[in-house]
């Protein structure tokens, strides 16, 4: 097993997953006036995301990298799109959810992708695999919640 490999896809994950932090604050407050049920649900995955941050950090270093603490390039496009899209949407809060969702299957198929590598270590793949299933919960619920808003 390649530990440079496994640092490198450990560090996508983070930026990744600060991309989540980060789309996450730019939605904050956009639905809840008309969706306040969901408030809950989106708040647990805020928390989610921040736990797995700090697994990731902890793991990079456990194997010996630096944590590459940022976001995405293609996460920054992906905000820029949301702001356009706010901008022209006739119902702000239903757009706000369709991007929560978007971004959410987004980071599933990257952890999914992450671990059909075969190049992460069986520690790596026990967290990996733990925060697929915690995003995959956390993304059907509100997606089940989406629909019925």
Same mark, same amino acid.
């Given at each position: 097993?390649?530990? +440079? %490999?496994? &640092? $490198? #896809?450990?560090? +996508? /994950?983070l930026n990744i997953t600060n991309d989540r932090i980060a789309g996450f604050a730019k939605v904050a407050g956009k639905?809840? *006036?008309n969706y306040n049920d969901l408030r809950p649900a989106y708040d647990d995955m805020v928390a989610e995301a921040w736990d797995m941050k *700090? *697994?990731? &950090?902890? /793991? #990079?270093? $456990? %194997? @010996? @990298?630096?944590?590459d603490d940022q976001t !995405? &390039? $293609? @996460?920054a496009f992906h905000r820029a799109w949301i +702001? &356009? %899209?706010?901008?022209?949407? !006739?119902d702000k809060a239903e757009s706000t959810l369709e991007n929560v969702v978007f971004g959410e299957k987004a980071a599933i198929d990257a952890f999914q992708n992450a671990l059909n590598s075969g190049e992460l270590c069986r520690e790596s793949e026990a967290v990996i695999g %733990?925060? /697929?299933q915690q995003l995959s919960v956390s993304y059907n619920k509100f997606k089940v919640l989406e629909k019925i808003s």
């Open positions: 097993m390649n530990n +440079d %490999k496994t &640092i $490198s #896809i450990l560090n +996508d /994950l639905a809840w *006036e *700090e *697994e990731l &950090i902890d /793991l #990079i270093q $456990s %194997k @010996g @990298g630096n944590p !995405s &390039i $293609s @996460g +702001d &356009i %899209k706010d901008t022209f949407a !006739s %733990k925060h /697929l």
